[in-house]
């Protein structure tokens, strides 16, 4: 389909096919690497009881994105069209999956992730600025934080684009500088420079057989790894999407595992696994063993970019979900629309970041954290059955007849669907987050229920 041609053959505005190879690889990229890598590494590392088992655990989460990577890349081929994702839901299991999914993404898991990525964002611009803001403040600068990008991102597909390209580069940079960091300075450190104060006394020691403790620290682990499903999200927009969404999802995974190795390595080598454990700062604690105060600012200021390359990757793939839901009648119809010049879902884009503005006014920081922590977890149940969807949907299209075939069919993704459901299963078992769980559930029945409600009288749509 050429830059104006509608996907489904009008004359109206549609999405344009802009997206380079780099762009869509960034957009993975940028969707996995969050905040997450700067702090989760802590809970892995306290989990798995040694630095040895915590970096296993690194190398099996690396290896099982590797397989949903192989699994997404030829999905994503199959369904080269805006909301990708959302089409292989609905045509492995039925439209009200697809349309629950949908709706609690919007409503709950990207609306929520938006406001508390621009909170983080602006909480941590202020560390560098050396300001304290009030909690008012925060909010006042989180909310217009995430209308600037918004528009950004309305404004056209090119400027959220290059957002996402810059803020991509400087994560990867400030990962990078942090290995060389440990590779230069660690060697000459002495186990009472790499250990700060506070671990010495809170030093945890393995308190489970090292499987479990491996399989428990894989739960945070795979949740850093997480989001690579996104640039299904923009399968509309991407020139060339049969070659272009395989390799970026197979290179941005790739790159994506290698980096986090590295500073996992880093971490542990400047802080020992006491400290890495014990840490709450991670990343700034570590590079202050060697650079002091003025490296936690720098790392301060690498979160924040960091953050906003987050928020930018929401605000610029969720949107499409919106639109291809609205294509096929199940939401209002100003939803399914493009602008006419600049050739981007700006009610979509508009309605999501509403959305993230409304969680925060209501809910505030506390409600918000809460509605993610169930909803989040949920959201890996759709996770899990997008891997499983390769499996179903080869009744229809046989794994010979597609697009692009990964090796390893049907192994890789069967393997991928259940490494991701014991994934899900252990953070239920948690009992820290099994309240906030229910909460998730709640809403996918919210959900259902207003899909029920909607088409209780109407023909359902033609999604040929």
Same mark, same amino acid.
């Given at each position: ?30 969707? $996995? #690497? ?9 809970? @892995? !590392? &306290?989990?798995?009881? *040694?630095?040895? /088992? =915590? %970096? ?59 406001? $508390? #990525? ?9 560390? @560098? !600025? &050396?300001?304290?803001? *009030?909690?008012? /403040? =925060? %909010? ?72 479990? !403790? ?45 980096v986090y190795l590295a500073a996992n390595w880093a971490y542990l080598s400047l802080l020992d696994h006491a400290g890495v454990a014990s840490s709450e700062t991670l990343a700034a604690d570590a590079v202050a063993v060697i650079f002091g105060e003025p490296g936690r600012r720098a790392i301060a200021l690498a979160v924040a970019i960091s953050a906003l390359g987050v928020l930018n990757a929401q605000l610029l793939t969720g949107p499409r979900l919106l639109y291809a839901l609205a294509r096929d009648g199940q939401l209002l119809p100003i939803l399914g629309r493009v602008h006419a010049t600049r050739g981007t879902p700006v009610p979509a884009i508009a309605l999501l970041a509403g959305t993230a503005v409304a969680l925060l006014l209501v809910a505030g920081e506390e409600g918000v954290n809460f509605l993610l ?92």
């Amino acid at each position: 389909m050429s830059g104006g041609e509608s996907e489904h053959g009008s004359d109206e505005p549609a999405l344009r096919r802009e997206l380079s190879v780099f762009d869509a690889t960034a957009v993975v990229i940028g969707a $996995i #690497i969050g905040v997450g890598i700067f702090f989760t590494p802590s809970t @892995v !590392a &306290g989990t798995a009881g *040694s630095g040895g /088992l =915590a %970096l296993t655990t690194w190398v099996i989460g690396g290896l099982i994105a590797m397989l949903g990577a192989m699994t997404f890349a030829e999905l994503g081929a199959l369904v080269p069209r805006a909301g990708g994702q959302y089409e292989l839901l609905r045509d492995a299991y039925g439209p009200a999956t697809g349309f629950v999914y949908v709706v609690c993404n919007a409503t709950a898991t990207q609306g929520g992730a938006i406001g $508390i #990525i621009a909170l983080v964002c602006v909480d941590n611009l202020a560390v @560098v !600025a &050396g300001v304290d803001l *009030s909690p008012a /403040l =925060a %909010l006042i600068s989180a909310i217009a934080l995430t209308l600037v990008v918004a528009l950004a991102n309305a404004w056209g597909l090119r400027s959220g684009a290059r957002i996402q390209n810059l803020t991509v580069i400087a994560k990867l940079g400030t990962l990078v500088a942090i290995a060389l960091v440990a590779l230069i300075f660690a060697p000459g450190l002495s186990p009472a420079e790499a250990l700060p104060d506070a671990a010495a006394s809170q030093a945890p020691g393995p308190s489970l057989h090292p499987v479990a !403790a491996v399989a428990a620290a894989l739960v945070p682990t795979l949740f850093t790894f997480g989001g690579w499903q996104q640039v299904l999200w923009m399968g509309g927009e991407v020139r060339e999407p049969e070659r272009t969404m395989p390799r970026s999802i197979l290179g941005g995974v790739l790159v994506v595992v290698v980096v986090y190795l590295a500073a996992n390595w880093a971490y542990l080598s400047l802080l020992d696994h006491a400290g890495v454990a014990s840490s709450e700062t991670l990343a700034a604690d570590a590079v202050a063993v060697i650079f002091g105060e003025p490296g936690r600012r720098a790392i301060a200021l690498a979160v924040a970019i960091s953050a906003l390359g987050v928020l930018n990757a929401q605000l610029l793939t969720g949107p499409r979900l919106l639109y291809a839901l609205a294509r096929d009648g199940q939401l209002l119809p100003i939803l399914g629309r493009v602008h006419a010049t600049r050739g981007t879902p700006v009610p979509a884009i508009a309605l999501l970041a509403g959305t993230a503005v409304a969680l925060l006014l209501v809910a505030g920081e506390e409600g918000v954290n809460f509605l993610l922590n169930g909803v989040v977890l949920v959201d890996g149940v759709f996770f899990v059955l997008t891997g499983f969807a390769s499996l179903v949907l080869a009744r229809t299209t046989p794994h010979a007849d597609r697009p692009v075939r990964m090796p390893g069919f049907p192994w890789v993704p069967a393997l991928f669907g259940l490494a991701e459901l014991g994934v899900v299963i252990g953070a239920w078992l948690n009992p820290d987050v099994r309240g906030a769980a229910f909460v998730g559930v709640a809403w996918i029945l919210g959900a259902l229920g207003l899909y029920l409600w909607r088409n209780r009288a109407r023909p359902q749509p033609n999604t040929d």
